[in-house]
Every structure is written in structure tokens, then in C-alpha cells.
């Protein structure tokens, strides 16, 4: 349902080209405060909770729930079909857009709160982008 | 005993509404100013200030003929108008200018003279949110809606009767782009835009303008209108990103300025006779009603239902129909201080009666900044 090639494309910048290098290998990269120990996303130099410049990054454990979500109707040059925009939160508490991929796109198919995981797809030369599907396949 | 510094002394809209293909968007910024200074009985000469979005105030300034003392650029979206309305009371209370023109004009539906609004693909939300197909505010300003639904206990029929509601109203207002009556079903029988929305759920697309003109309060009586006294506001932002609200149920940015502003004014929410909450979608009205506390969590899909906020019930709520029925043009904003002005001086179309306090409360972005403003057709207080 989706036609990875048409995705509008990211373009990193300095803050944020380590997410996008562990996209690359298959991690799911968050940071975390090294001083208050606050986990958050999206990238940045700098703890959102305390300022401290003291911050680590570290890969997600890939598991997540399904928060809220959109079907839109209107059609997009890379989605085929009515498809869902999600918000997900990580395991580790942080949100992040994305869409639920392996799954029907319907109401009936995508119930608040289902577990999720996370999958990676190749958009271009450069970018590979995390995706969430239902935990144990299609539902 | 609180007095007000500052009052609108001219406010008018744009002379068309809805398509006006016929002029670009800085001349609709124009002709709402102009027919603004008529209101007051001023000339451009008389201006000392200005402040706008989707603009530059230079470029309106030098459109206009104006040579500012004080300006103000703030652009956060549909509220950034409330925010001059802050900003500009300050700006005068100060001594910084005497007469501040706000204005806004948009070619939201005929794109002329207009600029384009994608989001950058370095930004933040650029990287992490436009990829997943994301159309603008149908699918980001709607994404948080169905866990609002769910863990507050409201019915999607509840969020269908803000549309019937303000629909009631709108049917009052010869202006208003949608007059015709909309029951709930029909609401959800709609087309749908980006489920759980239908297009009726969804605001207007339109063109149109609007412009404030402010002054001190000593001043304020000499003018032709009667003044609308800025008792108190407050604003703030939180996040540009939708999925980045601390909480997609409650907006932080709605809950710090709706504080701010009540505080500020001194007053309480069974002192407000009449409440314009900026809705670009259905359930702004939902998050508005609760984040400002004008009732418990859960409650707003119930109360809206049951007609309180419905022509007469009591608490008159986007008495113009609103983004969903009046006019929407983009920033909606000004339409909405238009409105809550037109209420204080007596001359709505779908007049309350004895309306002393309003209190205007917009967004701008998707849930991205807040601004709120209380106006009183009394100086003191």
C-alpha cells in the first residue's frame, strides 16, 4: 500500500543524522539525559527536561502501542487506498509519528492501544525509515 | 479594583467574504483595515502601529502608507492575531505606540498573492512526521481526536453535535458561508476526510480578511464605537510537531493561556456571557470547553450535546457558526476576535443579550500555540 520510492524524503542535519544512521542498521535510536535521565525524540543535543548537554544515545527496544490515529482519505502520491497515520509511544515513553504497515487500514483492524513493533523500509539512496506493524503479523 | 488600559476601538471584516478571487491576499489585509479605520473614524495618518501574520508588518506598513512606530511579525498560526491583541496592549500601556492596526487577510480558498506553506525537510517535522503522508491540517490536527474520544468517554455522535450546534447559529448569520440546518446523522454520513472526520466535521475553505484598531482607554470613549475594554489575555505554545503533545488529549498551550488570561482580567467562568473557541475541526470546541475549565474532563461532548452552548443556552458558544460554518480562511483568528467585538458592542447578527464579558480563545499550528483574550464592554472592574 505503500510505494516506498514516492515517501517525501527527510533530510537529516547535524542533530539528527544519528537516528538516521541507526535506521540504516536496523536500530530504533532515542536519546537519554545522562543527568535527569529523561528519554526523548525527537533528536537534539541537549536534555528538553534540564538543558544539561550531558546525553547519550541508545537503541529502543522496538515495542510500542498504538496512541491514536487518522485514516486519510484524500489521495497521496506513495500510499495507495485510505491509509493510517498513527501516533505511537515507544515502550520507552516517547511519540512518534509513523504508519502501521501489515495490517488492514480500517477502524476494525486498528484498535487503540494494540501492540506494536517496529519494521525498517528503504525510501531512498540514503534513508531508511522505521514503520510500526501489529505484534504476531496481520490482525 | 482593575481598570483597562486598552480598548479596540475599530473592528471590521473584509466587505466579501468567502470566494474573492478578484483581489490578492495583501489587499484583502487592506481593505479590512480601511473599512477598519472607517469604523473608528480614523485615517491611515492616525496609525502609529501595526501588527499581522501571513504578511510581514513591513509589507503591509508600506502597502498601507503607514510609518510605524512599533511592530509586531508574531507568526504562530491562526492566534497569532490574539497574540498582537496581547502584545499591542502592552506595546501602548507601555508608551512604545498610541494606535495599533492588527490586521489579517488570507486568499485561503483563491490563492492569490498567497505563499506556500510545506514544511521544510530538515525541520523536525519535516524528518519525523511529513514521510508518513501527513495532508496538512485534515490528518495532524485530527490525529489526536480518537484517544480524546476514548479516554474521556465522549460518542462520536457527542463530536457530530458541535457541527449541529454551531450550524444553529450560523443559520442566524446572513453572513455565514453554510446556512442550511445539519443534523448528526448527517454529519456522520458525510464524506470522509481522514476518519473519524467527515467534511462537515472539518472548517470551511475560504478568503476573506479582518483588522482590530487599538487605543488607550482614556481615548477610547471619543471614538464613534463603543469601546470593547482588553480586560486581560494570555498566550503560549507547545509543540509544532502533533505527535509531540505532552498529552494528545489536553492541550498545554490552551490550559497556560486560558489560566493566564482569566487571572489576568480577574474573573471567573460564570462571569462570561459569551465564548468564541477557535474551530478549525469539530473537537477544538471539545478540548477548548475542558482545557479552559469551563467544564470537567469528559464532559464537553455532553454539554455541547445537550445545547448549553446552542442558540439559547448559557453559555453562547462561536455565535458566528464558526471555521465549521461562518468562514475559514486559514488563521481564523481574526474572525473570531471579530466576533466576540461585534457581541460586546451589541451588534452581532445573532446578538446576545447584555453581553459585558467575552472571552476569545484561539489556536495556532495543529495544537501548536494558544493565545486568549477577555474583552468587557466595561472598563472597570
Keep these: 500500500m505503500i510505494d516506498f520510492s514516492k515517501v517525501t524524503t527527510p533530510m537529516p542535519t547535524p542533530e539528527t543524522a544519528h537516528f538516521f544512521q541507526g535506521t540504516a542498521i536496523g536500530e530504533l535510536r532515542l536519546q537519554r539525559c545522562d543527568l535527569c535521565h529523561e528519554v526523548y525524540f525527537p533528536p537534539r543535543p541537549f536534555c528538553p527536561a534540564c538543558g544539561s548537554k550531558a546525553v547519550s544515545v541508545f537503541a529502543a527496544c522496538g515495542q510500542g502501542r498504538l496512541l491514536s490515529y487518522v485514516i486519510n482519505h484524500r489521495p497521496h502520491p506513495a500510499f495507495e487506498g485510505p491509509y493510517a497515520i498513527a501516533i505511537v509511544v515507544l515502550e520507552e515513553g516517547v511519540k512518534m509519528m509513523s504508519n502501521i504497515i501489515n495490517s488492514a487500514q480500517t477502524p476494525e483492524a486498528l484498535r487503540l492501544d494494540m501492540p506494536l513493533q517496529v519494521v525498517f523500509r528503504t525510501i531512498s539512496d540514503d534513508i531508511v525509515l522505521p514503520y510500526f506493524e501489529p505484534v504476531g503479523g496481520d490482525s | ?381
Excluded at chain 2, 492616525?46 to 509589507?59: F, R
Excluded at chain 2, 470613549?221 to 480586560?231: A, E, R, S
Aim: hydrophobic letters at 40%.
Design chain 2, 1 to 381: 479594583m482593575k481598570s483597562a488600559a486598552v480598548a479596540i476601538v475599530g473592528a471590521a471584516e473584509t466587505t466579501e467574504l468567502g470566494k474573492i478571487p478578484g483581489m490578492s491576499q495583501i489587499q484583502l489585509h487592506a481593505d479590512a483595515a480601511l473599512n477598519a479605520l472607517q469604523d473608528a473614524g480614523l485615517t491611515l495618518s492616525d496609525i502609529d502601529g501595526v501588527a499581522t501574520a501571513g504578511e510581514s508588518p513591513t509589507a503591509v506598513a508600506h502597502y498601507l502608507g503607514i510609518a510605524p512606530n512599533w511592530v509586531d511579525g508574531t507568526a504562530v498560526g491562526g492566534c497569532s492575531f490574539m497574540l498582537h491583541v496581547r502584545h499591542a496592549t502592552a506595546a501602548i500601556e507601555a508608551g512604545l505606540c498610541h494606535t495599533v492596526l492588527i490586521t489579517h487577510g488570507e486568499s485561503g480558498r483563491s490563492n492569490v498573492g498567497r505563499a506556500g506553506r510545506a514544511a521544510a525537510p530538515a525541520s523536525l517535522s519535516g524528518q519525523f512526521e511529513a514521510p508518513y503522508g501527513g495532508m496538512g491540517p485534515t490528518t495532524s490536527f485530527t490525529l489526536p481526536v480518537l484517544r480524546f474520544l476514548k479516554d474521556t468517554g465522549t460518542s462520536i455522535e457527542q463530536l457530530a453535535s458541535v457541527v449541529v450546534s454551531q450550524r444553529q447559529w450560523a443559520m442566524k448569520n446572513p453572513r455565514a458561508t453554510l446556512q442550511t440546518p445539519i443534523t448528526i446523522d448527517e454529519v456522520l454520513s458525510d464524506r470522509v476526510i481522514a476518519y473519524p472526520f467527515t467534511k462537515s466535521m472539518c472548517c470551511l475553505v475560504t478568503d476573506g480578511g479582518g483588522a482590530l484598531i487599538l487605543t488607550t482607554a482614556e481615548r477610547a470613549v471619543d471614538f464613534p464605537q463603543k469601546p470593547v475594554y482588553l480586560l486581560g489575555s494570555g498566550e503560549s505554545t507547545e509543540t509544532p510537531m502533533i505527535s509531540q503533545m505532552r498529552d494528545v488529549t489536553s492541550s498545554r498551550a490552551f490550559r497556560m493561556s486560558g489560566a493566564r488570561a482569566f487571572e489576568s482580567a480577574g474573573i471567573t467562568h460564570s462571569d462570561v456571557d459569551h465564548l468564541m473557541i477557535y474551530d478549525a475541526f469539530a473537537h477544538l470546541p471539545l478540548y477548548g470547553l475542558e482545557d479552559l475549565g469551563f467544564c470537567a474532563r469528559g464532559q464537553a461532548g455532553a454539554m455541547i450535546a445537550s445545547g448549553e452552548t446552542s442558540p439559547g443556552g448559557s453559555l453562547p458558544l462561536n455565535t458566528n457558526g464558526g471555521g465549521l460554518s461562518y468562514m475559514h480562511s486559514g488563521m481564523y483568528g481574526m474572525y473570531a476576535l471579530q466576533e466576540s467585538v461585534r457581541q460586546v458592542r451589541g451588534s452581532a447578527a445573532a446578538q446576545i443579550k447584555d453581553v459585558n464579558i467575552s472571552v476569545c480563545h484561539g489556536v495556532g499550528g495543529m495544537f501548536a500555540a494558544s493565545g486568549t483574550i477577555v474583552m468587557s464592554g466595561s472598563r472597570f472592574r
